[in-house]
């Protein structure tokens, strides 16, 4: 009988139960035993292995987070502790390895297959969406409603109050969720580690949406954008006098239920991994072209670059306007 293990890695992101229980289902279903592996690569080269059944993934779909749990695991990208984890797979005689994770996740998953021969799929679980092969991951969609709520709240405040608000989001290298909150939440400048802003240009933005009779402004900073927030909200006050509140978003926008949209596409991926493996497939990246949940080679869907959305950005500065 074929065995698998799924562990999910990196940051969590919601939808990332959806997969697991999808997962898990259709492999039982295809008679095939299924171990969870508790806390991502770290519980791989741990040993922290449970066996899962129908009932284990009973009533976790509707839930952010990660059933599984996860970790970032510095000993992964070890030589010694890749090997291990692959000795540990090889006690539980698991072949195929589902990760449910980013960037960094996939990578590792990767590096398995080559050097250890574990046949992986790796499925994009990040808010981040900082996977280029694929047109949506996991979790994007709820983290970018998490923005896109939280945006109409400070909006009625900063009315109020007549002020400019900094609203700083998650994505470290990749500016995506401030980009798409930004445009659909009427923001009047974004800032992307992707794209250098002059300071200038945004105060005369503000300026000239005071002397509109505008009460406020949104201005969405990336986690990456190389100036910090602090330093942000002080120059717009200084160059603006007008006061300007920071809101932290953060950890915010991995919690909360996943919408339909990313429990959808989870499930589809997590079924497509799984038939991928039935057939014999190996080491693929799954992921969506087109409104399609397609399967690509891991090793080239990772070296595939993140393209910034040029046209986006600039909608942004005209609908704001």
Same mark, same amino acid.
């Given at each position: 009988m074929k065995r698998i293990g799924i562990l999910? *890695?990196?940051?969590?992101?919601?939808?990332?139960? @959806?997969?697991?229980?999808? %997962?898990?289902?259709?492999? /039982?279903?295809?008679?095939?035993?299924?171990?969870? /592996?508790?806390?991502?690569?770290?519980?791989?080269?741990?040993?922290?292995?449970?066996?899962?059944?129908?009932?284990?993934?009973?009533?976790?779909?509707?839930?952010?987070?990660?059933?599984?749990?996860? @970790?970032? *695991?510095?000993?992964?990208?070890?030589?010694?502790?890749? %090997?291990?984890?692959?000795?540990? !797979?090889?006690?539980?005689?698991?072949?195929?390895?589902?990760?449910? #994770? #980013?960037?960094?996740? !996939?990578?590792?998953?990767?590096?398995? *297959?080559?050097?250890?021969?574990?046949?992986?799929?790796?499925?994009?679980?990040?808010?981040?969406?900082?996977? %280029?092969?694929?047109?949506?991951?996991?979790?994007?969609?709820?983290? !970018?409603?998490?923005?896109l709520d939280a945006i109409t709240r400070v909006r009625d405040t900063? *009315? @109020?109050?007549?002020?400019?608000?900094?609203?700083?989001?998650? #994505?470290?290298?990749?500016?995506?969720? $401030?980009?798409? $909150?930004?445009?659909?939440?009427? %923001?009047?400048?974004?800032?992307?580690?992707?794209?250098?802003?002059?300071?200038n240009d945004i105060c005369q933005k503000i300026i000239e949406g005071v002397n509109a009779g505008k009460l406020h402004s949104i201005i969405i900073r990336a986690e990456g954008y190389p100036v910090s927030s602090t330093e942000l909200v002080r120059q717009l006050e200084e160059r603006t006098d007008r006061e300007v509140k920071l809101v932290v978003l953060s950890y915010l926008q991995r919690g909360g239920s996943p919408t339909y949209r990313d429990r959808m596409f989870a499930t589809e991926c997590a079924v497509k991994a799984v038939e991928l493996i039935r057939d014999g497939v190996r080491n693929r990246a799954i992921g969506e072209k087109c409104g399609e949940v397609r399967d690509f080679d891991i090793g080239e869907a990772l070296q595939i670059k993140h393209e910034f959305r040029h046209d986006i950005y600039n909608a942004v500065d005209i609908l704001s306007r």
């Open positions: 999910t *890695s990196g940051g969590d992101s919601p939808g990332m139960n @959806a997969a697991i229980r999808a %997962a898990t289902r259709y492999a /039982i279903y295809y008679d095939m035993e299924v171990y969870g /592996i508790r806390k991502g690569y770290e519980g791989l080269i741990d040993g922290e292995f449970e066996k899962l059944d129908r009932r284990s993934v009973a009533d976790i779909m509707q839930h952010g987070g990660t059933f599984l749990r996860t @970790a970032r *695991s510095e000993r992964f990208i070890t030589e010694e502790g890749m %090997a291990k984890a692959a000795r540990n !797979l090889e006690t539980f005689k698991i072949n195929d390895l589902i990760v449910i #994770g #980013g960037n960094g996740s !996939l990578t590792g998953a990767h590096i398995l *297959s080559q050097n250890h021969g574990i046949n992986v799929m790796g499925l994009p679980g990040t808010i981040d969406r900082d996977l %280029a092969y694929t047109d949506h991951t996991i979790g994007f969609d709820t983290a !970018l409603n998490t923005v900063s *009315s @109020a109050h007549e002020r400019t608000t900094v609203i700083e989001v998650m #994505g470290r290298h990749c500016g995506d969720i $401030a980009l798409y $909150a930004g445009l659909t939440g009427g %923001a009047e400048y974004v800032l992307v580690p992707e794209f250098e802003t002059d300071i």
